[in-house]
């Protein structure tokens, strides 16, 4: 049993035990001749395998004790080589970057965070998952060619947004540009914070929810970023998909419009909207559609339920 953590003597005792339960002490100082009898046998009643009555636990109850023993220990010893990774990946970010690193940091503002993100995924494109409560956050162009090329290089990246956000008509149209692209976005009903994760092994957070401009903080501990991460995959499996989301009131009536009117003027007319208007939102559900006719949009609108 020393697989098991078990000294010869406190073997011996035990399997001792085993076959002459409750014995008297003098009979096993007789028996064994074993000069530290007091000390085993104290030890074998803190692991758990002998009573005060000199009675020895049954053998399939002393094996899973020992085992669940072996265990623990293991498991401490992992977590003390856990900090050995620390280590190495606080050095090696100073490698890179020619400064001193902590496993948590305050980064001043949003484009120093900015400025970071894109060092690690330009040295690393795998993987980025972003939690934020609108997927635009200005008014620039769509077109962001570095973050592109990152995609097209393999970057695996995901952004997660507050359902809030639709109520702004440019928002969805901006993710589902970056949708196509290959930068999936979905839609959470769920509280939102800004959170981002580099490679499930750099996370930043707001270093104060209540003051926009306080900065973040830079994560680099493997336990709080893994158990981040956790947070994300499982906010993502419960968010939708954007082809999932509700019509809102106006594309209903304009999806109805469209199926009810054989003109696009008779329609805009009905709707009190302009045909220009009105055929913009017609080539927005198309899009969402995946339609190419607006024959085949009725279709596949009738298909969800939408008609």
Not at 27 to 39: F, K, N
Not at 130 to 137: A, D, F, G, S
Not at 227 to 243: E, K, P, Q
Request: proline share 6%; glycine share 4%.
């Amino acid at each position: 049993m020393s697989s098991l953590g078990l000294s010869a003597d406190q073997e011996s005792l035990y399997r001792y035990l085993l076959r002459k339960p409750r014995p008297d002490i003098g009979t096993v100082h007789a028996d064994l001749a074993m000069p530290r009898l007091s000390t085993v046998l104290a030890e074998l009643r803190e692991l758990g395998l002998v009573d005060h009555a000199l009675t020895a636990v049954p053998p399939a109850v002393a094996v899973d004790l020992l085992v669940r023993r072996c265990l623990d220990r293991t498991r401490r010893q992992f977590t003390e080589l856990s900090l050995a990774w620390d280590v190495l990946t606080e050095l090696s970010e100073e490698h890179r970057s020619g400064r001193p690193v902590q496993m948590v940091e305050h980064v001043p503002d949003g484009p120093a965070v900015t400025r970071r993100l894109r060092a690690l995924l330009a040295d690393n494109p795998g993987e980025f998952m972003h939690l934020k409560v609108q997927p635009r956050n200005d008014v620039s162009d769509f077109e962001d060619k570095p973050f592109a090329s990152l995609l097209a290089a393999g970057l695996r990246s995901r952004t997660l947004f507050s359902a809030d956000a639709l109520t702004d008509p440019h928002q969805e149209p901006y993710a589902r540009y970056w949708h196509g692209l290959g930068h999936l976005h979905r839609v959470t009903t769920e509280p939102t914070r800004h959170l981002a994760i580099v490679n499930r092994s750099v996370a930043y957070v707001q270093a104060d929810p209540a003051q926009p401009n306080a900065g973040g903080l830079q994560v680099r501990q493997p336990g709080l970023v893994a158990m981040l991460a956790d947070v994300f995959d499982g906010m993502w499996t419960r968010a939708r998909d954007l082809d999932d989301l509700p019509l809102s009131p106006l594309e209903q009536q304009v999806l109805h419009a469209l199926t009810e009117h054989h003109t696009d003027e008779t329609a805009a007319r009905a709707l009190h909207i302009s045909v220009r208007k009105f055929r913009a939102h017609v080539a927005d559900l198309m899009a969402r559609l995946g339609a190419a006719t607006r024959f085949q949009a009725a279709l596949r609108a009738k298909e969800r339920g939408w008609l």
